[in-house]
């Protein structure tokens, strides 16, 4: 079973520029969460999907950051304009009805922002 | 916000040598778990413990929760260089939203050879 992937896996990008990351989950997993973490951080949680619907997206700070998750499946991250402060390891993971409560974990995308 | 709390920060040991690692939170939880994360990679989960449960074994692993002290602890047995990683508790609040996981700052192993 394939695991989730991400990609990119790094991003350098100069400050007030956009930048995009996506994810595909595990097959058969509905429900797909976007976390940001910091540097001698934990993940923090931006947004849950179940399915296509966004039912968690509390701490996304929606001013500059958006998510979707079209058909339910990939889910785009995206950022615009970017801040130095949005410097982070953006993970995604996965899970499903039957495991719900382990999320499955992608190897993240490590973004810089200049 | 964070809620779980790990302790200690970092810990280094030998091989062979069992390393444990303690977690406190705050708020009445549904269950309690366990990732690991190594240098660059994505969170592998170890284990999960019910509110309802006091102890589990998964293989090297011994998970005890206290929900009267708010209190977690991870005991790896036998340990080997390549548990070397960040360990992070997660706790899935009660009367929160469900699968919510809150983590904590995590625990870096370094297991010496």
């Known amino acids: 079973e394939a695991g989730v992937v991400q990609s990119p896996r790094y991003k350098i990008i100069e400050k007030k520029q956009p930048v995009a990351f996506w994810c595909n989950p595990i097959s058969g997993h509905n429900t797909l969460y976007w976390y940001r973490q910091n540097l001698g951080q934990g993940p923090e949680l931006l947004i849950r999907?179940?399915?296509?619907?966004?039912?968690?997206d509390s701490q996304l700070p929606k001013d500059r950051f958006s998510a979707e998750r079209l058909k339910g499946v990939d889910s785009t991250l995206k950022i615009q304009p970017a801040e130095l402060g949005d410097s982070a390891v953006y993970l995604c993971?996965?899970?499903?009805?039957?495991?719900?409560?382990?999320?499955?974990f992608g190897p993240g995308t490590r973004l810089l922002v200049l | 916000s964070q809620q779980g709390e790990e302790d200690p920060q970092a810990l280094s040991i030998q091989e062979g040598e069992n390393a444990t690692m303690n977690c406190s939170y705050k708020?009445?939880?549904?269950?309690l778990q366990w990732y690991r994360q190594n240098s660059g990679r994505g969170l592998v989960h170890l284990i999960l413990i019910r509110s309802n449960e006091r102890e589990k074994h998964s293989g090297r692993l011994r998970v005890t929760l206290d929900t009267s002290k708010k209190s977690s602890s991870l005991l790896i047995t036998a340990s080997r260089a390549a548990d070397t990683a960040s360990y992070f508790c997660a706790t899935e609040e009660s009367g929160g939203s469900n699968y919510k996981l809150t983590f904590g700052k995590g625990t870096l192993l370094t297991v010496n050879p």
């Open positions: 993971a996965s899970s499903s009805r039957q495991t719900r409560a382990a999320q499955y």
């Open positions: 999907y179940e399915n296509e619907e966004a039912v968690d």
């Open positions: 708020t009445s939880i549904n269950n």
